[in-house]
């Protein structure tokens, strides 16, 4: 569970054992049993997910292949905690170039190059986080439809120069607030790291290339969840079409389809040589726990306190109420509550009774308030599964 969930009191809801899940609750979902090819339990730090399925891919990498991992899963599940990690908790970016360089150190009989660019995707335009000044990148291709992208790639010779790219990039990455993330990633990113090799006592012998693409997808979102309005939302909607797009090709790729829609989107265009042919790929899916369905009911009263006299303003009938207390010494009061299912029949009641509420002119306010109000909001929930009667579901 991320630190989120666990500072919100929220229970694990899946059960882990090897590469399977179910639901803790039995009931609720008949005991369906998912299958992956790694289930990692919560207790795991990014070097055990690193150890168990992204080194061999890094492996795969040093020895030609082209490999692609992918972080994915919705806003605030982890996805940027996987790959850039913290101090104590490093990130695949980290690791992987740990990895690599010590390749490179043990291997006496060969020479390397290394390079890495930083591009981000966000509203379906290309931005170079290498350098500021290149945006708007246009996708072109070669003769033999390989895809070109001049964006900067920067020559590395160690981890700290890796990382150092990485954080500079990272400085003006789109990211905003929204009701789920305080800092949510609005844009997806690729860091691509490209090897070359060639034989050390060949003056003249064959470059062999292979690219590794570390992607941070920006989070798929739910409105509901979000609440994203505006720039928000529209960011929120590129997000989630580029990610169907992302989809379907993997689905056609997994199916054997003759015809792959890689240029439905510009993700999947960028990544078209990183999938499919001489390719390995690894998707890594961060799972945050949404909220159990709930029904609610929500309701309202409001009242003023004037010369010590308690007033119901949403019943002009109701005036003089008597405070009450139950045994348990909660405190009672006769008040009309009426029943809300939007926003405008709170303000409804709220102008209704605001018309009955104790004004008068004074010398400093024409219509200065004589009274204290309380505008009450009383919310109540219950599960989904149980009986309705007047408990509807929240947009």
């Not at 899940?21 to 730090?45: L, N």
């Not at 895809?147 to 120069?161: G, H, P, Y």
Request: proline letters at 1%; a neutral charge.
């Amino acid at each position: 569970m991320i630190h989120r969930e666990v500072a919100d009191g929220l229970e694990r809801l899946w059960n882990v054992r090897v590469n399977c899940i179910w639901e803790a609750d039995e009931s609720s979902r008949h005991g369906e049993v998912y299958i992956f090819d790694h289930v990692f339990k919560q207790e795991c730090t990014n070097s055990d997910v690193y150890g168990s399925v992204v080194k061999p891919l890094v492996d795969s990498f040093m020895e030609g292949f082209n490999a692609t991992i992918f972080a994915y899963g919705q806003t605030s599940s982890g996805k940027t905690h996987t790959i850039l990690g913290n101090k104590t908790d490093p990130g695949l970016f980290q690791l992987v170039s740990n990895q690599l360089f010590q390749h490179v150190a043990d291997q006496v009989d060969k020479r390397y190059l290394i390079r890495c660019s930083y591009i981000e995707i966000y509203n379906e335009k290309i931005n170079d986080l290498l350098d500021k000044s290149n945006q708007g990148l246009t996708i072109r291709e070669d003769i033999k439809g390989n895809v070109l992208l001049d964006a900067r790639e920067a020559v590395v010779d160690n981890v700290d120069k890796v990382m150092e790219n990485m954080m500079q990039g990272n400085k003006i990455r789109r990211v905003a607030a929204t009701r789920m993330n305080e800092r949510s990633s609005r844009s997806h990113t690729i860091f691509r790291i490209i090897l070359e090799s060639k034989d050390a006592n060949q003056k003249d012998g064959p470059v062999h290339i292979s690219y590794l693409n570390l992607m941070d997808l920006a989070g798929s979102e739910r409105v509901s969840l979000t609440k994203a309005a505006g720039e928000r939302l529209k960011e929120g909607a590129n997000i989630n079409k580029s990610l169907s797009v992302l989809g379907n090709v993997i689905r056609q790729l997994s199916e054997g389809k003759e015809f792959i829609s890689y240029r439905d989107s510009k993700l999947t265009r960028l990544l078209s040589q990183a999938l499919g042919g001489n390719a390995k790929s690894l998707i890594i899916g961060n799972h945050v726990a949404d909220q159990v369905d709930k029904r609610y009911l929500i309701r309202c009263s409001y009242i003023e306190i004037y010369n010590e006299k308690i007033n119901d303003l949403l019943d002009k009938s109701n005036q003089g109420l008597t405070i009450r207390e139950d045994i348990k010494g909660n405190v009672l009061l006769d008040a009309r509550e009426a029943v809300v299912d939007n926003v405008d029949k709170v303000m409804e009641n709220m102008m209704q009774g605001n018309k009955i509420r104790r004004v008068a002119a004074t010398r400093m306010n024409e219509r200065s308030s004589r009274s204290h109000t309380i505008f009450r909001i009383i919310l109540e929930s219950k599960d989904a599964n149980q009986k309705m009667d007047l408990y509807y579901k929240l947009p």
